[in-house]
């Protein structure tokens, strides 16, 4: 790639690299945010053409097909919902362990006293 | 008291018989043939002797014995960074790993025992071979694109020119390297300092300046991956000491205040659209920047993709912190005194800060240009344009901390960080330009 310069003082290389990396960076962005300005929403709206029908906003649902949806049913619906994002029940965590307990002195457990009671 | 005993008396077992098994290299070579002469004549003396010389060997051994000053003002310097990054909370990620690597790298050690980074052999050759050959920034720029929101680009696509204009910097830089002498490669691997962007410069530097690539004319190029890195990751961390100066030179107070409209929702199509196109355009247009870039907008589409929710955890957490880990500490290491104390990494310095000021007055500039074009509502706050110099997310929090002081009820973050992720686009564009032209 080095053969594209053929200039031999690096002062008037620097320069033409200058200018011409100035231009292409800004070139490439400016094609970005054209793309993005105006390429995107056609290729948004082509792509809702392609689907159409496909998914239909709130509006566009009829109330008759939800008849026998009732209030009653969306907040059973709501609230079993709720319970299980909350978690509700008590989850232990599964790992037992025994783990030694530090006590201070107690008669029952010592040594001094044993069945045959010797001293 | 008693550990200390024992700790004693097991350094002078030790130093004693060093000599006795050979260990002492040189001097208990020499000294060998004569002390045998003299076994039955005084045995008692040569003990203490071998003593001696096993000591004065290990001296010899010490970083004590083998210490420069420029060892000790560069102990200093990696110091320094380690307060900068504990007590001012400046880029402590970076700076705490190359603080501790140039410690690491400037301890006095005998040359040959593949200790030393720059050794073939040792370890932490083998982990700077990341450095010298790219392997790290492309990792770094995939954890970069799976925490980045490009949202507010996509928003206001027009910010994105923010991001060009501040690569003004890594340009005027380029010029002022082949001006002080520097050849192409070299003067295009230290312009990239202004581009602001650690992994972008290291990643340039090694393909550029790595000290093995040969020029036309039979030199080699100087190896100056050491320097541009260090002065890149300092600038950066300057970032909040350089940029708010200048905003208040350049922008007057009532530009300060201006309060930009919220940019608009984005939907999720958009935001997943968006590193799949902009991979295809700025590829096509620059291609070597392909390791970058490609792998930037890869770690974005993790991310927005939501399938890949995993993926992209790992990317931004755990890689990227492991990279950042081994980067950190093997640039901070090849900061070695003896290769990195020279003219032309002072020089490489004072062009750093230049390249930083010069990238941040393009930006404001640029933007205050922008502003003439646009009306009312659509007015842009000039001062986002200092984000356009890369450096991620610094420069995006100092331009709100700035818009902040001026109108406390002016939020600008979201706004600046449009400019600041097409700074990296940007700068990694003009990598690959600068790659292609010199490469």
């Not at chain 2, 096993?54 to 004590?64: A, E, M, P, R």
């Not at chain 2, 081994?326 to 104390?341: K, N, P, Y």
């Not at chain 2, 404001?364 to 001062?383: E, T, Y």
């Amino acid at each position: 790639m080095t053969q594209i310069l053929l200039y031999t003082d690096p002062i008037s290389e620097g320069y033409v690299i200058l200018i011409t990396g100035l231009l292409i960076v800004f070139s490439a962005l400016v094609i970005l945010a054209l793309f993005f300005n105006y390429g995107l929403p056609i290729m948004l709206y082509v792509y809702k053409i392609i689907t159409k029908g496909k998914d239909k906003k709130i509006s566009e649902i009829k109330v008759k097909t939800d008849s026998g949806f009732t209030g009653e049913i969306s907040a059973v619906i709501g609230a079993s919902v709720h319970m299980y994002l909350s978690e509700q029940h008590d989850i232990e965590s599964g790992i037992l362990t025994i783990k030694q307990v530090k006590k201070t002195y107690s008669p029952w457990s010592s040594k001094i006293y044993g069945i045959q009671n010797r001293l | 008291m008693k550990k200390l005993i024992i700790i004693f008396s097991a350094i002078s077992l030790l130093v004693f018989i060093r000599p006795v098994l050979g260990l002492g290299a040189n001097i208990a070579t020499t000294n060998s043939s004569v002390s045998t002469a003299q076994v039955d004549v005084a045995e008692e003396e040569s003990i203490i002797d071998k003593a001696v010389d096993g000591i004065k060997t290990f001296y010899s051994y010490t970083g004590f014995a083998n210490s420069s000053s420029g060892n000790v003002i560069m102990i200093i310097i990696g110091i320094v960074f380690i307060y900068l990054g504990i007590k001012y909370d400046y880029e402590p990620l970076l700076l705490i790993p190359i603080g501790t690597g140039v410690i690491l790298g400037n301890i006095p050690f005998v040359a040959g025992n593949q200790t030393g980074i720059y050794e073939t052999g040792s370890v932490l050759n083998y982990l700077y071979f990341g450095v010298v050959k790219g392997v790290y920034p492309p990792l770094i720029f995939l954890g970069i694109g799976a925490m980045t929101d490009f949202s507010s680009l996509i928003a206001n696509p027009k910010l994105m020119l923010l991001g060009g204009a501040a690569q003004i910097g890594v340009f005027a830089t380029f010029l002022g390297a082949l001006y002080l002498g520097f050849n192409l490669p070299e003067a295009g691997a230290i312009g990239i300092i202004g581009g602001a962007d650690g992994p972008t410069a290291i990643f340039l530097s090694s393909k550029l300046a790595n000290g093995i690539n040969i020029l036309e004319d039979g030199t080699t190029v100087k190896n100056l991956i050491g320097p541009i890195a260090i002065a890149a990751y300092s600038y950066m961390a300057l970032v909040p000491v350089i940029q708010p100066p200048l905003m208040r030179l350049l922008i007057s107070k009532k530009d300060r205040k201006i309060k930009m409209k919220p940019p608009r929702a984005v939907t999720q199509k958009e935001k997943m659209i968006f590193p799949v196109v902009a991979l295809i355009l700025t590829l096509f247009i620059s291609p070597s920047a392909l390791p970058l870039l490609g792998m930037l907008f890869f770690g974005n589409l993790l991310k927005e993709s939501g399938r890949t929710e995993r993926l992209a955890d790992t990317a931004r957490t755990k890689l990227i912190d492991i990279v950042t880990i081994l980067l950190g500490v093997t640039v901070g290491a090849s900061t070695q005194a003896d290769i990195f104390i020279t003219k032309d990494s002072m020089l490489i310095f004072g062009l750093g800060a230049i390249s930083f000021v010069i990238a941040t007055c393009g930006g404001l500039l640029f933007a205050k240009f922008m502003n003439l074009f646009l009306k009312g509502d659509n007015k842009i706050n000039p001062l986002i344009g200092a984000a356009g110099v890369s450096a991620v997310p610094d420069s995006a929090r100092v331009v709100h901390h700035e818009g902040l002081k001026s109108d406390p009820s002016n939020f600008l973050l979201m706004h600046a960080m449009a400019p600041n992720v097409s700074g990296v686009i940007g700068s990694a564009i003009a990598a690959g330009i600068i790659l292609s032209f010199l490469g």
